[in-house]
Structures are given as C-alpha cells and as structure tokens.
C-alpha cells in the first residue's frame, strides 16, 4: 500500500482531536498544543484519565489476543486512532501472522501516520471512513479487497462510540452487523458517566469535546451500551464496568476501577 501523501486532507492544528488527544493521555508525541490543552483540561476535571486510557489499551490487546485464540483472521478496527505501542496488527500478527487488519478513521492526521508506518506491510490497510456511514467502510475496494465478509471478522470499536450520537451510532453497529459472518466479534469500549463526578463536572467535560472535531461526547449507561450488542452474545465476563476487569492476565500491570473514570469494556460473537 502506497501513501499517497499528496492526497491527505488539510489538519487544522488549532481544533482538538479526540484521537490526539487519546494519543497525548497515552503518552504520545503526535498532537498538537491545542490537543495538549483540550486534554490538561480533562485532567483537571478527572484526574485519572490518564490511567483509564491505558487501561481501555491493555483490554484492546487481550481482546485481540483473545480473537485470535478463537480462529479469527481479519481485523477491522473502526476508529484506530493514531499508531502506538501494541497496534491491533501487531498483536494480531505476533499470535497468528496470517491476519489481515483493516484500520478506519476520519482524522487526516491518523490516516498520513498510519499510512506511512504500514506502506511495506502488506497484511495491514488503512483507509478513511465515518462510522456514521457505515456503507462508506463496507463498500469501500481497499476494505473488500482485504476483509472477506463471508467469513468470520474482529470488529473493533474501541473508545469511538461515545462520539457518535444515538440516531447514528445504533444503526451503524447495526448495519456492519449485519454485513458480518457467524463467529464474527464485536469489541467495545466505551466511556460512561462516572458516579464520582458532578452534573457540572460532567458537563465541562462535554463541552471540551465539543470544541473538537468531533463535536460531542456522549457517555451511556450500561444499558445503552449493551444494545449496541444486540444479536451478539456476550462471552465471558460479559459487559464489565472497567476494561482491566475483562480476562486480565496474571503477568499484566491491572488497576482497579479508578475514581472519575467510568469505561464499560466487552466482546461479543455473533451466533
């Protein structure tokens, strides 16, 4: 895969992006001031997202670990986010180098990075693509070409869902599943609203995001979150409160639930 670098959408440096700002509360170094701000402030409000963020990392990392155990060979990771330590390709491939992964974001910035990162790995695309149009994603030539929707798929929404509202965000999980095989999995996490933070807190942290350019933050009780599993079933531990809950391992650094972060985790297959 080329990366067509002369193509790549204009960045605005001054609006904040979830995904670099994701990237800076994981220690990253691709983000811009206005990136930095916007997350210093989250961190005034909830002084532990930093820690949340590396916690929902490792449940993306055991999740992966865990669909390759079941058989599965194909990665389609809606959302990505800016490349780090410990990418879905490259759990995937250490544990079963036959995968193939497809990553999707709507940020510019992810796509030069993770485009320019991948051009010699031909087992690993990234393409740009809205989960608010889920067609764009399934009829996409660089997403058919690589998944093989006739046969089981790692679905991956990972700390994506809680930007995307519910007139859109239902339908869309809905219609990649229903694009997806028997055996297919479903990985969510998404962020809640936490019992250790007030209204006004909460809704400081809604407008910060609402500067960015992805225009709102929406946390969703339990409830919520466990419809955008409808036709799947949960497996073990089903949908638990805190992403370092789900199949922890024994040799892994674990953090129990922290104060100011709440971050429902879990995979589900569909039958």
């Keep these: ?24 509360l994981l220690g990253g170094k691709d983000n811009f ?21 590396q916690a929902n990392r490792r449940f993306l990392i055991r999740a992966v670990e865990y669909m390759t155990q079941q058989g599965i ?7 990505a986010g800016l490349p780090t ?17 497809v990553y999707v974001d709507n940020d510019p910035i992810v796509l030069t990075h993770a485009r320019a990162l991948l051009a010699d790995e031909k087992r690993v695309v990234a393409v740009e693509g809205d989960l608010r149009r889920p067609e764009s994603i399934l009829d996409n030539p ?36 229903d694009r997806l095989a028997p055996g297919s999995h479903l990985v969510i996490s998404h962020g809640s609203v936490s019992r250790d933070l007030n209204e006004d807190v909460i809704e400081k942290g809604k407008e910060i995001y609402a500067r960015s350019s992805a225009g709102m933050a929406i946390p969703r009780s339990r409830e919520e979150i466990l419809r955008f599993f409808d036709g799947f079933e949960l497996v073990e531990p089903g949908l ?6 789900w ?11 922290l104060p100011g972060v709440d971050s429902y985790a879990g995979v589900g297959i569909l039958r």
């Design 1 to 24: 895969m080329g990366c067509r670098m002369e193509n790549a959408p204009q960045i605005d440096p001054t609006v904040p992006s979830p995904a670099r700002i994701y990237d800076y």
């Design 33 to 53: 001031p206005a990136d930095r701000e916007a997350a210093e402030n989250l961190l005034r409000l909830s002084p532990n997202l930093k820690e949340g963020a």
């Design 73 to 79: 060979r194909q990665f389609l990771d809606i959302g």
């Design 85 to 101: 330590q410990e990418n879905v390709h490259q759990v995937a491939l250490r544990h079963a180098p036959d995968s193939r992964v």
């Design 142 to 177: 660089e997403v058919t070409q690589h998944i093989d929707f006739g046969q089981p798929v790692g679905l991956l929404l990972v700390a994506v869902l809680h930007f995307i509202p519910d007139e859109a965000a239902y339908p869309a999980v809905a219609k990649l599943r």
């Design 240 to 245: 638990v409160p805190w992403p370092d809950d």
């Design 247 to 257: 199949r922890p391992r024994e040799d892994e650094v674990r953090l129990p639930r």
